[in-house]
Each structure stands twice: as structure tokens, then as C-alpha cells.
């Protein structure tokens, strides 16, 4: 009596597949299309790469807290021990450039850290130049009769003297001053802070 598939067929004697929908029939030809498909379905599904972090810049809320966690500790230091000023701006921009890569599990490059360290030094020149500023309104009168002071010990034979002091009795002459010390500062506290996240960033990529 001939043998039905289970689509309806009717199989001929010997047959291993269906001719109707492909089905096998015999008993090793069953296990192994069974196999295939159980291969098929544990097939693990592809893993997504994990996204990068995200780099320092003004847009990272982490790299911002990071470095103005390290100006403030900075412009502590340089308010309690003044004579390690230096010392205090470079070691802002490698803690700066050290935080950011322990909360981001990132490997920064030397650009990446001498970036977040300028910021760091921006952060760092801005509570400064507070500060400085709080100081000059309180004792303006004083500081300008310092300058005066420091002027006048300097040889009264250079008529440069004597316009520089003159310069210091009037407001725009004190104005110009307060601007040329800003800009060194930042000069100062910038380059410094640079320099440190880029020898944090180096530093901690060997390790």
C-alpha cells in the first residue's frame, strides 16, 4: 500500500523526499534536517559594538564637572601656598585629564587631554580673575599706590618711569593695567593646565 506525506502526496515506494513539499521520510533524513534547524536557532544574534564615549569638550557635562572639580582644588591650593602656583595649574589639568578617564573607562590622547586641560585652565582663570577682581574693588586705592611704590624704586633718570606713573593717577591708565594682568594670567594659567592634561593623557595611556 503506498505511503502518504503528511501534505497529501502520495509517496512511491523508496521515496526519501516528498516531491509535493520537500519533506523528508526517512528516519536519518529526519534527524538531520532537524538538527539544521535547532544549529539555526541557537545562532547567537550579533553584538552591537559598545558606543565610545563621548570626548571632552564644553557639550560633556563629565569632562566639565571634571575640570572645574580640578580648577577649584587648584585655586584652593594657590590661595592657601601661592608659591606652588606652577605646580598647582599643571597637576589641574592631569587631574582633570585622570578623572575624566577613571569616570569614562576612556583612553584619552595626548590632544584630547591638552584640549580638556585648556579647559580646565579656563575654569581655573575664571575664578581667579574673580577673586582678583573681589581684591582690586576692596583695595583699589591700595593696589595702585603699590604700583606707584614699585615705580617709583626704579631709576628716575628713564622718562618711561615717570609715564608709567603718571599713567597709574589716572582711571584708564589703572583700567589698562588690570587688562594687561588679565591676559597674562590667562596666558599663564592656560599654557600650564594644557600642559598637564597633555602629560596626564601621555602618562596614562602607557599605563
Not at 581667579?128 to 583695595?139: D, H, T, Y
Request: glycine share 8%.
Amino acid at each position: 500500500m503506498p505511503d502518504f506525506c503528511t501534505c497529501g502526496a502520495e509517496l512511491p515506494v523508496d521515496a526519501r523526499f516528498c516531491h509535493r513539499c520537500g519533506k523528508p521520510q526517512r528516519a536519518e533524513d529526519l534527524l538531520r534536517d532537524e538538527a539544521v534547524e535547532i544549529t539555526f536557532a541557537r545562532e547567537p544574534a550579533p553584538v552591537k559594538p559598545p558606543a565610545a564615549a563621548p570626548a571632552p569638550g564644553f557639550q560633556n557635562p563629565i569632562a566639565l564637572r571634571v575640570a572645574l572639580l580640578a580648577a577649584s582644588l587648584a585655586t584652593l591650593l594657590f590661595l592657601l601656598i601661592q608659591y606652588g602656583f606652577v605646580v598647582w595649574l599643571v597637576g589641574a589639568g592631569f587631574l582633570a585629564a585622570y578623572l575624566f578617564s577613571r569616570r569614562t573607562q576612556q583612553v584619552l590622547s595626548v590632544r584630547a587631554g591638552a584640549y580638556l586641560g585648556w579647559i580646565t585652565g579656563i575654569l581655573n582663570f575664571a575664578l581667579l580673575a574673580v577673586l582678583f577682581a573681589v581684591s582690586a574693588a576692596l583695595s583699589g586705592d591700595q593696589l595702585a599706590q603699590l604700583y606707584q611704590e614699585q615705580l617709583r624704586q626704579m631709576p628716575a633718570t628713564d622718562p618711561k618711569v615717570a609715564e608709567a606713573v603718571k599713567m597709574l593717577e589716572t582711571p584708564g591708565g589703572m583700567a589698562a593695567v588690570f587688562l594687561t594682568s588679565f591676559a597674562f594670567l590667562f596666558a599663564v594659567v592656560t599654557a600650564f593646565c594644557t600642559a598637564g592634561g597633555a602629560l596626564g593623557a601621555k602618562i596614562l595611556h602607557k599605563d
